[in-house]
């Protein structure tokens, strides 16, 4: 595994691409440049929102896609063997606050072992942790199914939505790696979700007679109490043991707040919106009713004062650690001859919801989700990957690769 001068620019080059939702074209034909100029197969193409909306796993809600297109690298294998799919998205979030970052959030600066950027560790470190292992597998004699990569837009904004657009153009996988930060160590099951929206509806008066009125705002402030007695209250059902070591099993969170509409009035309406994360063998249908049904109740109110609707909702995954792509994927990071000395490992699951769950719930394709860097980098003023693990992580694939297509 040499290249790695080539990798560290690439992965700082990848960087400066302000990459966010909507905005992942620039970057996709710029990796995909990279993958032309070192001879690799590619599909580069641009799906629309009518390919997606005759889907029935289409959310409701996604950003319009023009100007997002969807890249597929492909290495072939020699033969017939099992093929193997990397998944990795284009998009980062913003980075509101550049002055509170100690380096440009948009540069890619090398501090110590450490690249300091937005996308550092969510998503680009990881995807070039497999390229840098794509590129190791050329002329491997041991390779006989193909190697793939995907690269999507739009996670951060509408999850499954960029997946989706590979599906429908056919591309498909023996197993499927979901590349996120995992601290370079394979997951074996990721989180499901809900995205909730609340409305707290009340009467309108002035400030000085607001006994007459009601005040959507002070409802708001219960609903958000009793979500976050729903949380304790669904900490103990169905336990899902790869989640054990996780201290919330099923996080509510409101990510956004909105009310009132002009000052000295009693606001009429106040409306909130967060996410429910699911287990992975959570009904979502049955869980949807079972969040409405105890919200209102804990509040004594009827959906005429609260209105609870969901505008999306992605699935979650589970592989068995005793699947055959859990044992390749030990055996590949135990192999690895990068900086050997992590200690063997329990299987655990990916805190979090990401792109794993739709291929595994369309397709029952076997999927990991697996990357360097940790979740508490991403999406974090100051987010950076350790490169070293950049090229540990590519060394691991390139062992996973080798036993699954062999
Ligand atoms: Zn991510």
Not at 169 to 177: E, N, S
Not at 224 to 233: I, P, Q, V, Y
Not at 260 to 270: E, I, L, S, T
Request: glycine share 8%.
């Amino acid at each position: 595994m040499n290249h790695a001068a080539e990798m560290n620019r690439l992965l700082r080059d990848a960087i400066a691409f302000q990459s966010i939702s909507g905005h992942e074209g620039p970057f996709t034909r710029f990796i995909a440049d990279w993958a032309r100029a070192h001879d690799f197969e590619i599909d580069l193409w641009q799906s629309s929102n009518d390919d997606l909306n005759a889907h029935p796993l289409a959310q409701a809600r996604h950003l319009p896609l023009q100007n997002r297109p969807t890249l597929l690298i492909k290495l072939p294998g020699s033969g017939d063997g099992k093929s193997l799919l990397f998944n990795a998205h284009a998009d980062v979030v913003a980075a509101p606050h550049p002055g509170k970052w100690s380096h440009d959030p948009w540069r890619g600066t090398q501090v110590g072992n450490n690249i300091v950027g937005r996308g550092a560790c969510d998503d680009k470190g990881p995807l070039v942790s497999a390229l840098w292992a794509m590129l190791a597998l050329k002329d491997d004699a041991q390779l006989r199914g193909d190697v793939l990569l995907e690269l999507i837009p739009g996670e951060e904004d509408s999850v499954g939505i960029g997946t989706l657009t590979s599906v429908l153009r056919g591309h498909r996988a023996d197993a499927a790696v979901v590349l996120e930060p995992t601290e370079s160590l394979p997951r074996c099951a990721s989180r499901g979700g809900l995205r909730f929206d609340i409305l707290c509806l009340g009467r309108a008066v002035h400030g000085t007679v607001k006994w007459l009125g009601q005040d959507a705002i002070a409802a708001m402030r219960n609903v958000l109490g009793a979500l976050a007695e729903l949380e304790r209250d669904y900490q103990s059902l169905a336990p899902d043991p790869l989640f054990a070591s996780y201290p919330i099993a099923r996080p509510i969170t409101v990510d956004k707040i909105e009310g009132g509409d002009w000052q000295g009035m009693v606001a009429d309406r106040c409306r909130c919106g967060g996410y429910f994360e699911l287990l992975p063998a959570d009904d979502h249908a049955a869980w949807k009713h079972k969040f409405s049904a105890d919200l209102l109740q804990k509040l004594n109110a009827s959906t005429q004062n609260i209105q609870i609707t969901f505008s999306e909702d992605y699935a979650g995954h589970r592989l068995e650690p005793s699947h055959e792509l859990c044992i390749a994927a030990r055996d590949a990071t135990l192999d690895a001859t990068f900086n050997a000395g992590t200690a063997p490992f329990d299987f655990a699951a990916f805190n979090s919801g990401c792109e794993a769950g739709l291929r595994a719930a369309l397709h029952n394709t076997p999927t990991l989700v697996w990357g360097p860097g940790s979740l508490a980098q991403a999406h974090a003023v100051d987010e950076f990957v350790d490169f070293a693990h950049v090229q540990l992580t590519a060394g691991r694939f390139r062992n996973l690769a080798r036993r699954w297509c062999a």
